[in-house]
């Protein structure tokens, strides 16, 4: 089976920095995603790592360490548009499929 | 292109009754799947299809699920009969195989109410 775990929820204030944790145990990786889920809505991509390292994008960074099964989001300069819930996703091999963890809700406050 | 189009967005239906939810895929993708989210088991892929042929249908809870693909820019979802447990949201999302760096592109789902 597939094992995606991601901390439930997380506070942080408007300005601040705040870093989503993914760890995994899959059956086959081709790469790791980062989505993006506001209430309600559909999941949007954020971010795609398949060497490891750091990948910057704007205020959102994603790393992957491939032998710690280990993945993490870094959002900057929160804005309260940021409350949402995280996917992290794996991407196994074979097919083109995506297996998701639970998502990390994120509650930006002033 | 106007992304993946799900129908309906919500539905609310009685136990037992036969439920159909629809899918258009982003024109040129050649991959489809079918997903179920709940707050207690988030996102569980029930089927995907390649190419319009199912390859690999081990989500779909029981036999009272089932998809197809008849074509390229068309997928269904039913389940017959529908009972409350299977109240979540679907989505469908699609995506190209040989491009798989961009990611799946969701529809906005259907938020099923089965009472």
């Known amino acids: 089976g597939q094992n995606i775990d991601q901390p439930t929820e997380m506070t942080a204030t408007e300005g601040a920095i705040v870093q989503i944790n993914c760890t995994y145990q899959?059956?086959?990786?081709?790469?790791l995603f980062w989505y993006q889920q506001h209430a309600g809505e559909a999941p949007t991509f954020l971010s795609y790592?398949?060497?490891?390292g750091l990948e910057e994008k704007g205020r959102f960074s994603s790393f992957l360490s491939r032998s710690k099964g280990y993945s993490y989001l870094l959002l900057k300069e929160l804005q309260m548009k940021d409350s949402a819930s995280y996917l992290c996703?794996?991407?196994?091999?074979?097919?083109?499929?995506?297996?998701f963890g639970k998502g990390n809700q994120v509650v930006v406050i002033p | 292109d106007a992304g993946v189009i799900q129908s309906p967005r919500h539905e609310v239906t009685e136990m037992g009754q036969e439920v159909t939810l629809r899918c258009k895929p982003i024109?040129?993708?050649?991959?489809l799947f079918w997903y179920r989210q709940t707050m207690m088991r988030g996102l569980e892929l029930l089927i995907y299809?390649?190419?319009?042929?199912?390859?690999?249908d081990s989500g779909m809870p029981e036999d009272r699920f089932s998809a197809k693909m008849p074509n390229a820019s068309f997928s269904t979802l039913k389940i017959q009969p529908s009972e409350p447990r299977d109240s979540a949201v679907y989505f469908c999302?699609?995506?190209?195989?040989?491009?798989?760096?961009?990611?799946?592109?969701f529809g906005s789902g259907t938020r099923l109410t089965v009472v």
């Open positions: 996703a794996v991407l196994l091999g074979g097919n083109n499929r995506l297996a």
């Open positions: 790592n398949v060497l490891d």
């Open positions: 899959t059956s086959g990786f081709n790469g």
């Open positions: 024109s040129g993708h050649n991959s």
């Open positions: 299809f390649n190419n319009n042929v199912p390859i690999d």
């Open positions: 999302a699609s995506s190209h195989s040989s491009a798989q760096s961009y990611g799946y592109t």
